[in-house]
């Protein structure tokens, strides 16, 4: 975890351009990260190795990973502001809460976090699947679905052919 610190401060201390941010997250991540993603800093991770990036992706500012337990970021997916991904639980008995519970955060090709989103151990979001923003995802979330709310629930199917359409969410 030292190293991974020292990575953050260098991350998150002073202006980089993205190749030097995806130069930093590759030594955090020990794998080379495909120029093809923008990485938008400040972001935090506990260890870092535990992060998997495909191509294309763009991940906005302030995103934070518990990351021990696994992240996956398949392809072409767009990270809002302010996400949050934990794949660590403890558990409920409280004599027992030091011990860890990971599981890994898969995000298929094409999903979307919106802002403000948090992600818990265990989800699947779904490949070109919409989070809306300030959603708590519990459970996975199938691919080609929008989802919102706390905790996030199903409001529509999208179609390829689909128009844009502002969502009366109540």
């Known amino acids: 975890m030292d190293q ?36 938008l800093p400040p972001m935090n991770t506990d260890f870092g190795r535990h992060l998997y990036l495909g191509n294309d992706n763009f991940i906005n500012r302030n995103l934070t990973m518990i990351d021990f337990g696994g992240i996956y970021l398949e392809n072409h997916v767009f990270i809002g502001p302010n996400v949050t991904l934990l794949t660590v639980n ?63 629930r199903y409001v529509k199917t999208i179609k390829a052919n689909d128009k844009y359409t502002r969502l009366n969410i109540q």
């Open 4 to 39: 991974n610190s020292k990575l953050m401060f260098e991350l998150n201390g002073q202006y980089h351009p993205n190749d030097e941010v995806l130069a930093l997250v590759s030594q955090m991540t020990r794998r080379k990260i495909n120029s093809s993603n923008r990485i």
């Open 90 to 152: 403890h558990d409920e008995r409280p004599n027992q809460r030091q011990n860890l519970r990971t599981s890994a955060i898969h995000v298929e090709d094409g999903a979307w976090l919106g802002a403000n989103v948090t992600v818990l151990p265990g989800v699947t979001i779904g490949k070109n699947a919409i989070v809306g923003a300030g959603s708590l995802v519990t459970k996975d979330v199938k691919a080609s679905t929008i989802v919102v709310g706390s905790p996030a």
